[in-house]
């Protein structure tokens, strides 16, 4: 009997979805998996800002959503699903929160109607989908992306990548009326903490690699970016104990997709070796409610999470977190070998 994996669980779910669509939403939401400009069109910011193409999730009705559901499902572990549908559902608030703060006045004239626009572009029917491919063939992808979420998702062969993964929340801890308390992303904050907190004032110095966070250092959207210099605290300069807490750390971000694909990044990530591993830490390494950012770095894996600022500079409850695979992104690595080993269609 085959074994029915992940990679088969995720074509399933997309095939299923995809035939709930009539025809027009079929042709806004399928292009090939060779479309490099479709499959690196994706932001974290609002659709106001940055217009999206492809199938909005506000175009569906009840049993199409729920079909997509099922897609998000098989794709993602139940953290990754918790997490990706409560970012979401946060930009629902978001929009509410906002909304008063028109209302209220607050507001200055001169800039009411773009924060209009802004507003009216949050919630959670503001994600796009796009499938590259044929769902469930050898070789195809998929995207979802919209404010403060994107995730794209590529299967090869059986393997799955599920970089780039964008996530993000404003608020990150809702402060009042019936969910205040309610959070995300609090792990990934909290773990990386404690990690930095085990140092010893060595370790500390080497990892500290500036004392501010500053525009230029977070990684950026699309396509891959340029190599960037090493930077940080080596892992090999670790104690195990503190290796096993950097591992843990970033299984708290793959451990958004599904079980095989977490699996097969951290084994990826532990066959690089601590030697090729760094921890870099910009900002406050102590306080979490100030400014702060952290950059862990090796061959397969590029993790960075900020604690976002206001205009004049000062700390928010806005943060952003961004996993990529330096070798892998959108599968290309998997990809190009397939190309090589297997030139056919």
């Known amino acids: ?82 997490e990706a549908t409560t970012i ?25 109607a773009q924060a209009e626009a802004v507003m009216q572009s949050r919630g ?18 998929w995207m979802i992306n919209g404010h403060h979420f994107a995730a794209n998702f590529t299967v090869v062969d059986g393997r799955i990548a599920f970089t780039p993964l964008f996530l993000g929340s404003n608020p990150q ?47 950026g959207k699309g396509a891959k970016d340029a190599p960037r210099a090493p930077l940080g605290l080596s892992a090999d300069r670790m104690t195990p104990n503190q290796r096993e807490r950097l591992i843990e750390l970033i299984a708290d971000f793959v451990g958004f997709a599904n079980n095989d694909a977490a699996k097969a990044q951290l084994a990826a990530v532990r066959a690089d070796g601590p030697a090729n591993l760094r921890l870099a830490w910009w900002g406050s390494p102590d306080d979490r409610s100030k400014r702060f950012m952290y950059r862990i770095a090796g061959p397969s894996i590029l993790i960075e999470y900020t604690r976002e ?17 330096p070798r892998n992104d959108y599968g290309e690595d998997w990809l190009r070998r397939h190309y090589t080993e297997a030139p056919h269609p």
Not at 89 to 98: V, Y
């Open 124 to 141: 959670s029917g503001n994600y796009w989908l796009r499938f590259f491919g044929e769902p469930a063939s050898a070789r195809w992808g």
């Open 309 to 325: 600022g206001q205009p004049d500079g000062s700390p928010s409850n806005h943060v952003h977190a961004i996993v990529r695979d």
């Open 1 to 82: 009997m085959v074994q029915h994996t992940a990679h088969h669980a995720m074509g399933d779910a997309a095939t299923a979805f995809l035939a709930t669509l009539d025809d027009d939403q079929r042709k806004l939401l399928v292009t090939t998996l060779d479309d490099e400009a479709a499959r690196t069109d994706w932001s974290n910011l609002p659709s106001a800002m940055y217009p999206r193409t492809g199938l909005p999730l506000s175009a569906l009705d009840d049993r199409q959503r729920i079909a997509f559901h099922d897609l998000m499902a098989a794709a993602m572990s139940g953290q990754g699903y918790a």
């Open 173 to 219: 801890i809702v402060q009042s009326g019936p969910y205040a308390g309610w959070r995300v992303l609090d792990h990934e904050m909290v773990d990386g903490f404690a990690l930095f907190a085990s140092l010893n004032p060595d370790q500390r110095a080497a990892a500290l690699a500036g004392p501010e966070v500053t525009g230029d250092i977070f990684t």
């Open 88 to 112: 979401m559902w946060i930009d629902d608030l978001l929009r509410g929160i906002e909304s008063d703060r028109l209302a209220s006045g607050q507001v200055p004239e001169d800039r009411r």
